[in-house]
């Protein structure tokens, strides 16, 4: 309670912090010049998948205009570059936000954070999401944003969830309404990266739930989680929420796995 009534600098100053990644000392978790070497802002990316694209990507055709709670509202992507095989297999979600790519060193901060409940990173993933997401102006914000939720067991486990650490900062960043209940786990499922790439839809088939279907049913809600690997757990919480009348989704996630991966 007394270092809340001291001034932010003094704070500093008794509490010193340090990079997360080469430990000199700075403001923040993560200092500029590691901000900027390391988490510079992505290249062409599929405007639904967030998979890196070649460098003359195909033309997308324009799509109809989308009709969110009774108004009409431009369909912001409907020129932005689309990866062939979004094109051939459209996914359950309409497009994805990435901050980083999913690599060294920044995919340590994501270990740590997940495994290592080194929960002042969380904020920083969301000035970064946040970042990624001004970027892109022309695209409508959602009306919601929700966390991808974490099954009962693995919650008690870990004690928290990191995608609504994330979510939380993010919400208040872009003025957009948080919903943690939105949605709901009924299947505790194995861990994505525990199983391989072939069986990941089907390790995730039927585990979410719409809780709220109300605020659902018109609205362009958001899905906010640290990491975006095969898109499996998200497209299926998307499909869920498509059967609820959700008008659009899209993902919101820190870091996307190059496809290889």
């Known amino acids: ?140 914000l959602p009306d919601v944003l929700c966390p991808v939720p974490l099954g009962r067991r693995r919650l008690v486990e870990r004690g928290f969830n990191q995608a609504l650490e994330i979510a939380r900062p993010l919400a208040a960043s872009l003025g957009v309404a948080l919903h943690p209940k939105l949605a709901e786990r009924t299947t505790e499922t194995t861990a994505q990266s525990g199983v391989t790439p072939a069986e990941r839809a089907g390790n995730v088939r039927g585990a979410f739930a719409a809780a709220d279907p109300d605020r659902i049913a018109g609205r362009h809600v958001g899905l906010v989680d640290d990491v975006m690997t095969s898109g499996h757990t998200l497209a299926e919480l998307a499909a869920t929420f498509k059967r609820f009348g959700a008008a659009r989704v899209t993902n919101f996630v820190f870091a996307r796995t190059p496809p290889h991966f």
């Open 1 to 140: 309670m007394r270092l809340r009534r001291l001034p932010m600098a003094v704070v500093r100053r008794l509490l010193p912090s340090t990079c997360a990644l080469c430990g000199d000392g700075c403001d923040g978790v993560v200092c500029p010049p590691c901000c900027a070497q390391f988490a510079p802002p992505r290249g062409p990316c599929c405007a639904r998948c967030a998979n890196p694209l070649p460098v003359s990507p195909p033309p997308r055709k324009r799509e109809p205009v989308a009709s969110v709670q009774g108004q009409d509202v431009e369909n912001s992507l409907a020129t932005e570059p689309v990866c062939g095989s979004c094109l051939a297999d459209p996914p359950a979600f309409d497009a994805t936000v990435a901050a980083v790519d999913y690599a060294a060193p920044l995919d340590q901060l994501v270990l740590q954070l997940k495994f290592g409940a080194r929960l002042p990173l969380a904020p920083w993933f969301a000035e970064r999401l946040r970042d990624a997401v001004l970027a892109r102006p022309a695209m409508a």
